[in-house]
């Protein structure tokens, strides 16, 4: 029987993932990015019945991550930073915003955003595609999805990353 292509489609079984910075970062499954563009529309009162259509800003998807959960705290310290860099320190207390407030100096508020790249591997280990996120910073984090006595199955803890654009290659 005749092939309808001489090259086999890619497999996506192995892959890593790497944060740039965190010592450990194995997943068992990890979603790729995608984009939408949103959709302007424009009609003036003298024109057509129809509206013209433009392209609008472009979104980004959520990229979803898991992993058996370990030993290893780098997820964790990672969303323990941005919750410090989230947090306002306000010395009147409960009172507005005001321009005398600011967040949290040193280590914690710096470097909350990753550049992240996704690889695509062959069966032999070696890079076929890749996608790197930028300016990504983790939006939810779960240490872990529940304890069952009678189940025999790995903790596994997930993540969920927002990022600003991608960038695809083929390597």
Known sequence: MARSASVD???KFRFSVDFGGLSRAGFTSCSLPSES?????YREGNYRDTH?????LTSYSDI???RGVTTDQDLYIWAEQ???HNATVRPSGDAAFGAADKRPEGEASNDI?????ITLLDREGKGIKQWVLYNAHL???????GLDANAEEKLINSITLRHE???ETVL
Do not use: A, H, M
């Open 9 to 11: 489609p890619i497999d």
């Open 37 to 41: 563009n949103g959709e302007i529309q």
């Open 52 to 56: 013209e259509k433009s392209p609008g």
């Open 64 to 66: 979803s991550l898991s």
């Open 82 to 84: 941005i919750k410090t």
């Open 113 to 117: 955003r990753r550049e992240i790249t």
């Open 139 to 145: 939006s939810e984090f779960n240490p872990g999805d």
């Open 165 to 167: 654009g991608y960038i």
